[in-house]
């Protein structure tokens, strides 16, 4: 490619199945980085993942919002996104139709297993339509970001521009590429001409430059290139992008193509932000399943001055306030600054971020404080011993505690019961599904799955852990038309022996999380401190009162006590130290209160731990109730 004295025309695109509410991350920090660095540039943002929605309202004629979200959100692990577009991938709308059905009828819906069908079928048109659109523009090169089922639309559009415009150079980037899977795409797709490995803000620029001016790209640090001898891959860089060299994204393009979509009912948007990189818990203790960060695990956040300035100009140049920030975890250098100006900002925030489960409650303040209304804290279990084995740092009862005050607080939690750790038994599991009823006025997980082999996880790296035994995800063989070999090179998911439960001892969880679910909406707890006396109300079906009354010195004592998860012995010397005068000793009196307080619902225990379970409450319920026991309480 010889570009000295022109304008070179780069094209960015997000594929589906991109969400459609937010606009790509990946090509908003590459369109600011290019602009800023190569400011000669042509550069064109497509977001053809929304194109998609709109093309499924002409395929579908009853298609709606979850249709797309199915794709999205919830079929990652069966492969039905990429699945769709294998057929343009390989110029067969016959593609492993059958065995399509044959491996999935029995996990999807009769309407989930049709769209799919239709839109396979049709899914080489609507290529044809894009890549004829992007065509026309003529672009130099062309630029398809990759992650979760975004892999084979971008493959067969990729392909289909190389048929309509042979010298284009076709580039992919992103977690998909990561690696060794960045190395067998690249070989086992030639109709991509590079993959960018890793960070691509320092890469990425640097191709480009080398492309204006005809240089050479074999010391390109983790770039895949061909040559008239096949192709390379270089290897992968140790020096990570500081905090200072990612930009602000620009998400200018997202915003201006929903602007005129016919599928405006169907995008709710939100501007993903980035304040850090890595996970400075997976420096230290990278947890055995998480296969996430791949190849750049080290953590580094922006400034906070600098992350505070980039969320209030986009919250101005957007007119938007919903943000999601895909840090994998908070800084919590970020509590006594980054939130607590954004807390005194102008804007009414609305901002979901991941953070650690063993944050307390007065930090929780702090980012509700600052807006942040949905947490994804990690829980993936409550069982101190799964957790141990899973190496989250946090026991079951922190857990609870962080359930218990995103809930006083008015978080909302996203989590998911995970199962299937090498060391597991059924007890661990039995102990927690015996008290779930006491938190159903908590928020419920999402769902509740074995654990999948990831690549990039420790259980992948360190087989000794336990799963020496592997091999590609069923789904990749449904998609591609590779050898094992090759599989094994480009996939992310890998099936293995299972460990730890299964049988009934799952589908007692399944149940439990289930009835948990649906009993949410009509399940409260919650308590009023009166100083001396604290209130209790009750609505949950598995608990038969509505209101009890704590009175006696020791009572309350040792309710505040188990704020946070305390161990028997811990509650029996704090109370002697008090200074209460007791009719019995105070192991007696301990272990016959937490016993009563469990049966009624208030006391979660787990591995030698207790933690109360019920959430502040001020609301005319409780006000009722306290006109009515102040007398009582009084006495």
């Known amino acids: ?36 660095t190569i400011p000669e540039l042509s550069i064109d943002v497509r977001y053809v993942n929304v194109e998609c929605a709109e093309w499924m309202l002409e ?20 492969g039905c996104g990429d699945w769709v577009f294998s057929s343009a991938l390989y110029g067969n709308k016959a593609w492993r139709v059958h065995e399509f059905a044959d491996e999935l009828r029995n996990q999807l819906s009769d309407r989930e297993i049709d769209v799919c069908m239709r839109l396979h079928d049709a899914a080489s048109d609507f290529i044809n339509i894009q890549a004829r659109a992007i065509a026309e523009t003529k672009p130099d090169l062309i630029c398809f970001t990759s992650t979760f089922q975004q892999n084979v639309a971008s493959l067969a559009l990729a392909c289909r521009l190389k048929e309509l415009l042979p010298q284009v150079k076709c580039v992919m980037g992103g977690a998909n590429c990561d690696g060794d899977q960045g190395k067998g795409l690249h070989r086992a ?76 009912s169907w995008i709710e948007p939100r501007v993903a932000i980035e304040a850090a990189r890595g996970c400075w818990w997976g420096e230290k203790h990278h947890c055995t399943f998480c296969g996430l960060n791949g190849s750049s695990m080290t953590f580094r956040s922006k400034s906070p001055k600098v992350f505070v300035q980039e969320l209030e100009e986009m919250a101005s140049q957007y007119k938007i306030l919903d943000f999601y920030a895909v840090d ?25 971020y991941e953070i ?70 059924s007890e661990h599991y039995l102990s927690v599904i015996s008290q779930l009823p006491m938190l159903h ?54 099936e293995t022996v299972e460990h730890g439960i299964g049988g009934e001892v799952v589908t007692l969880l399944e149940r439990a999380l289930s009835l948990w679910g649906e009993q949410h909406y ?15 109300s009750n609505t949950r079906p598995d608990f038969d009162w509505s209101t009890v009354e704590l009175r006696a010195p020791e009572e309350v004592f040792l309710f505040r006590a188990l704020y946070r998860p305390r161990t028997l012995a811990s509650l029996i010397s704090e109370l002697g130290k008090a200074g209460i005068p007791l009719d019995a000793d105070p192991s007696s009196v301990v272990r016959a209160l937490v016993t009563k307080w469990q049966w009624l619902g208030l006391v979660f225990s787990d591995d ?20 009515r026991s102040d007398e009582g309480l009084a006495a």
């Open 1 to 36: 490619m010889t570009m000295r004295g022109e304008t070179m025309r780069v094209t960015l695109v997000s594929m589906p199945w991109a969400s459609i509410d937010t606009p790509s991350l990946a090509l908003g920090v590459l369109a600011a980085k290019l602009r800023d």
């Open 59 to 78: 395929v579908l004629t009853d298609a709606k919002r979850h249709d797309y979200d199915f794709f999205a959100l919830k079929s990652y692990f069966m």
């Open 189 to 264: 797709f030639d109709c991509i001409d590079f993959v960018v490995r890793g960070e691509g803000e320092r890469v990425f620029p640097e191709l480009l430059r080398r492309l204006m001016a005809s240089d050479g790209t074999a010391d390109i640090p983790g770039l895949c290139w061909r040559d008239e001898h096949g192709a390379h891959a270089n290897p992968m860089s140790d020096r990570l992008l500081a905090s200072t060299e990612i930009p602000m994204p620009d998400h200018s393009a997202y915003f201006e193509r929903i602007a005129k979509t016919a599928v405006s």
């Open 328 to 352: 994998n975890i908070l800084d919590m250098g970020y509590l006594d600054t980054a939130l607590r100006d954004i807390a005194q900002s102008p804007y009414d925030y609305r901002i979901q």
């Open 356 to 425: 650690k489960s063993n944050m307390k409650y007065h930090q929780l303040e702090r980012l509700r404080d600052a807006g942040i209304v949905s947490v994804q804290p990690g829980i993936e279990n409550l069982s101190s011993k799964v957790l141990r084995i899973m190496d989250k740092g946090v026991s079951g009862a922190q857990n609870v505690r962080m359930l218990r005050d995103a809930e006083s607080l008015g978080l909302t939690v996203a989590w998911n019961y995970l199962y299937g750790f090498p060391g597991e038994t």
């Open 441 to 494: 006025h908590l928020h419920p997980a999402e769902g509740t799955s074995r654990i999948a082999l990831e690549r990039f996880s420790p259980y992948f790296d360190r087989p000794e852990l336990g799963f020496a035994y592997r091999w590609p995800h069923r789904q990749y063989a449904m998609i591609y038309d590779l050898p094992e070999s090759e599989l094994h090179k480009i996939a992310y998911l890998f």
């Open 522 to 536: 009509t399940s409260s707890l919650s308590y009023q401190d009166f100083g001396d006396g604290i209130l209790l």
């Open 608 to 627: 030698g731990r207790y933690v109360h379970v019920v959430t502040t409450a001020e609301n005319q319920q409780l006000c009722r109730i306290r006109r």
